[in-house]
């Protein structure tokens, strides 16, 4: 089975921009979450998503927001970026409630 | 509240030497725990996972970790260390109530020298 993809894997935006991410989750994986990696704030949990319903959220301000499509693929956006958001964003599918979540190779997102 | 605190921002060993990496949870209800590593620009694979179950969880790559409640501990141990297991791991807790949400500790940076 192929992974977690999730495109692009770069990307530089200025400030007050916006920006969408996507992810592909494993085939027959439901569960879609989403993760920002920074150096100081380490891996921070954002929001899931099973069904296209989002079921969890972490704490996050409302200018990041996320959805899930049919297919289980899902995308994730930042509106009006700010430096402090220039981070590694994660994907992750889970087959399973409570079970092992799948990794993509990330989003590098640079905010200048 | 669950969290994830992971004794040793780096952690240093020779090259056959045993790795020991250290992870204490806190949470209320019986956890699920689980090791990922990542590798320099990439995304986080996962070790191995306690459920329910066998105390003693065997994963990849000669990795093992034991579940010990009255500790709540979740150490990572390999008995003999090579090159290829530099790299950054994290412990993971998994929230309760059937969601997928990890609280992720800090991570600890694994060096191996020859």
């Known amino acids: 089975k192929a992974g977690v993809t999730q495109t692009p894997r770069y990307l530089i935006k200025t400030r007050g921009q916006q920006v969408t991410l996507s992810c592909s989750p494993i085939?027959?994986?439901?569960?879609v979450s989403w993760y920002q990696q920074t150096p100081g704030q380490g891996l921070q949990f954002l929001f899931e998503?099973?069904?296209?319903?989002?079921?969890n959220k972490g704490n996050f301000p409302g200018r990041f927001s996320g959805r899930q499509f049919s297919n289980s693929r899902s995308e994730m956006n930042v509106s009006t970026l700010e430096l402090g958001d220039s981070a590694l964003y994660l994907c992750?599918?889970?087959?399973?409630?409570?079970?092992?979540?799948?990794f993509g190779p990330g989003t590098r997102l640079t905010v200048t | 509240a669950q969290s994830v605190t992971q004794l040793g921002s780096h952690v240093s060993v020779s090259e056959g030497a045993l790795v020991l990496l250290r992870c204490n949870y806190s949470s209320s209800v019986p956890p699920y725990l689980f090791w990922y590593v990542q590798y320099p620009n990439q995304g986080l694979q996962l070790l191995l996972k306690y459920t329910t179950g066998a105390t003693l969880v065997k994963g990849i790559n000669g990795f093992e970790a034991e579940f010990k409640k009255s500790e709540t501990s979740f150490h990572l141990t390999k008995p003999s260390a090579h090159m290829s297991d530099a790299a950054e791991y994290f412990c993971a807790v998994g929230l309760s109530g059937g969601y997928n949400k990890l609280i992720f500790g800090a991570g600890t940076r694994l060096a191996v020298h020859p």
């Open positions: 992750a599918s889970s087959p399973l409630f409570q079970g092992e979540q799948y």
């Open positions: 998503y099973f069904s296209e319903t989002q079921r």
């Open positions: 085939s027959g994986h439901r569960s």
